[in-house]
């Protein structure tokens, strides 16, 4: 497929050159820098994950000296306790702390409360990586692991990870950042998980693990362990940009270590709810890969490998599409609005050379993805991040200080994205208007050229108006915590009255509430307050809660209530657990098999093996194509 792929560019772009539109040479131009930017991209893409390396983890060594890091700024107590809660149940011995930059008092209470280390600072200089280079002065651990305020970790997380460390030049093991809320705005699925698909999943379970190949896996700040040693080698955690953890791992390997990339889901956190908290987190990620190039990506003399370094240029490069989907974006509205088109060929020879490639062109992003890349949803999100991307550009040059934006934990107020609305009118008006031309028989251009942009516009539409519904569902989202389904058996015993027993069935879990149904052939729930118990992960859970009908077949919701905090604690450290082992269903730990997280189809190979139909696909469009160019000639 990479030699279809290659091959029918080495013939198409050349032949492009031959179409041009003279009456629009600018525009033509444009477009075709746009076609060939996307190309580029793409056969950097591939090349990055060619192959993934089988990973199986080495038994962690004993009695080594672990410290896990904590940092928070502005999130709220109740999201750093669940956090704290999870990395003080570790299994392996370690030391916890947290890291506290908003020097809060309920932070440094909550703390002493659950027996955590507790370092705050007076200053944010630096943010994060400020933070974290204090809290290395204060701790002697020769290992870091690294959780952000808001994610769960699993308590086989060192066990699983520490291991690695038995080679000498390994700095940095990263596992895979999976996210519980499945009702954010990066997950789109209606049956919350089961058939859901993120955007996050194709660089966590596909673009990492490529970058494995070549031992330049990206430290993404959190989920990961770090040596000491190696810290201590390039002077501590990053700064100068605003995404330290890309910048630290570049450092890294630019000094001549390695990183591991573990693909075991062991911990989960929160995805951005809305459209306004996910356009925060994308313009800093985005304004940092700016930073990094600058900071010296492509001048760089260390001993980085083309490898690793290729990593990074994708990268980059995937933060800097917004020129090129700026005039993809523009391209059918001038064409209609303005009648302009950006070649000129009839619709045989076109389609002769064009075909064959966008086909190949789609058949190659789909296979090399591993069943998590989808051409539409992709573009969803390349759009919906669009706006960031652009506002990213100028920190290339570095004119202006740029602030650290802590990414949201909760709902953010006021999320309309304008972008799509304004995407979809341009769109709307140009067919406004070529419907005007065509009603007054003066259509500026006929046949398939029309035909084409005619059909794009129709795409950007079907893009736009998915932006526009995906922002407008979180938008009505008033939770700040997921409800997850489950099936567990749960005994319910009136607190008054005839003080009656009940069976029932739990079908939704949240941190502070339930769904429950009478169990099949039992009583019906009527509404009240009751002592229940139920059993996840094999723990008893014993809660109050007051049931109201919810409307909704038989269902009754409650609000849940807890004779202590520890309960409470208990009780939401294993629900999140659950749904990390939930998460962990769709690992390829093995590196065997890949399950597609959308269709739920046919497990699919890792190693680069092709799908026998997309094999045939291809066959069959490089015949057609030789077939007919040699029959012209």
């Not at 990414?407 to 304008?418: D, I, R």
């Not at 209530?561 to 208990?570: C, I």
Request: charged share 20%; glycine share 8%.
């Amino acid at each position: 497929m990479l030699a279809a792929y290659v091959g029918l560019a080495s013939v198409y772009f050349p032949w492009r050159l031959t179409v041009f539109n003279a009456n629009a040479p600018v525009f033509s131009t444009l477009f075709y820098s746009a076609e060939l930017i996307t190309f580029v991209w793409g056969l950097i893409y591939v090349l990055s994950v060619l192959r993934f390396p089988l990973r199986s983890p080495p038994p962690a060594p004993p009695g080594l000296a672990v410290d896990v890091y904590i940092p928070t700024y502005n999130e709220p107590v109740e999201i750093v306790r669940r956090t704290v809660v999870a990395a003080l149940r570790i299994s392996y011995p370690h030391e916890t702390w947290l890291l506290d930059d908003g020097n809060r008092p309920e932070m440094r209470a909550m703390a002493e409360e659950l027996g955590c280390r507790y370092i705050a600072r007076t200053d944010n200089l630096n943010a994060k990586a400020g933070n974290l280079n204090n809290a290395l002065k204060q701790t002697k651990g020769a290992f870091i692991a690294s959780f952000d305020a808001d994610f769960i970790a699993a308590p086989n997380f060192l066990d699983r990870t520490l291991g690695y460390f038995n080679d000498e030049k390994v700095a940095l093991v990263q596992t895979p950042q999976e996210y519980y809320n499945f009702d954010s705005f990066q997950h789109i699925g209606r049956n919350r998980g089961k058939d859901s698909w993120s955007e996050h999943a194709l660089f966590f379970r596909v673009i990492q693990r490529g970058r494995d190949f070549f031992h330049g896996a990206m430290f993404c700040g959190c989920s990961a362990v770090l040596r000491r040693a190696a810290l201590d080698d390039i002077g501590g955690i990053a700064t100068g940009t605003v995404t330290e953890d890309m910048h630290t791992s570049f450092l890294l390997h630019d000094a001549g270590w390695t990183s591991v990339y573990h693909p075991e889901t062991l911990s989960a956190g929160l995805s951005p709810y809305d459209a306004l908290s996910f356009r925060k987190q994308r313009l800093r990620w985005a304004q940092g890969a700016m930073q990094l190039v600058r900071k010296g990506l492509f001048n760089r003399t260390g001993k980085i490998t083309p490898g690793q370094r290729f990593g990074y240029i994708l990268h980059v490069l995937t933060h800097m599409e917004a020129v090129h989907h700026t005039v993809l974006y523009l391209v059918p509205f001038m064409a209609l609005l303005f009648g302009m088109s950006p070649f000129n060929v009839d619709f045989g020879t076109w389609g002769m050379f064009s075909i064959p490639y966008i086909v190949v062109s789609i058949l190659t992003f789909e296979e090399f993805s591993r069943g998590y890349g989808r051409l539409i949803l992709n573009e969803t999100f390349n759009l919906a991040r669009f706006p960031s991307a652009v506002r990213a550009l100028p920190a290339l040059f570095g004119r202006r200080h740029i602030p650290f934006w802590v990414t949201p934990k909760v709902k953010s107020q006021g999320s309309f994205f304008a972008l799509p609305w304004f995407i979809l009118s341009l769109i709307l008006l140009s067919l406004a208007k070529i419907s005007w031309d065509a009603w007054n028989h003066a259509l500026p251009y006929t046949g398939w050229p029309l035909f084409m942009m005619v059909f794009w516009a129709v795409i950007s539409c079907i893009i736009a108006v998915r932006v526009i519904l995906l922002t407008q569902r979180c938008g009505k989202n008033r939770r700040n915590f997921s409800r997850f389904p489950v099936a567990l058996p749960a005994r319910l015993r009136e607190k008054s009255g005839e003080r009656k027993s009940f069976d029932a069935t739990v079908s939704e879990l949240s941190d502070q509430g339930m769904t429950l149904r009478a169990a099949a052939g039992g009583d019906a729930l009527p509404p009240g307050t009751y002592a229940g118990e139920t059993t996840l992960l094999g723990k008893d859970i014993a809660f109050d809660i007051d049931l109201r009908a919810t409307g909704q077949d038989g269902a009754m919701g409650g609000r849940l209530s807890w004779p202590s905090a520890a309960a409470r604690d208990n009780y939401e450290y294993l629900i999140l657990i659950d749904r990390i082992r939930w998460l962990k269903s769709f690992d390829d730990s093995d590196g065997k098999s890949i399950l597609d997280p959308l269709l739920q189809k046919k497990r699919r190979r890792a190693t680069g093996n092709c799908h026998p139909f997309a094999v045939l696909c291809v066959c069959a469009a490089i015949f057609g194509y030789c077939s007919t160019v040699l029959g012209a000639i």
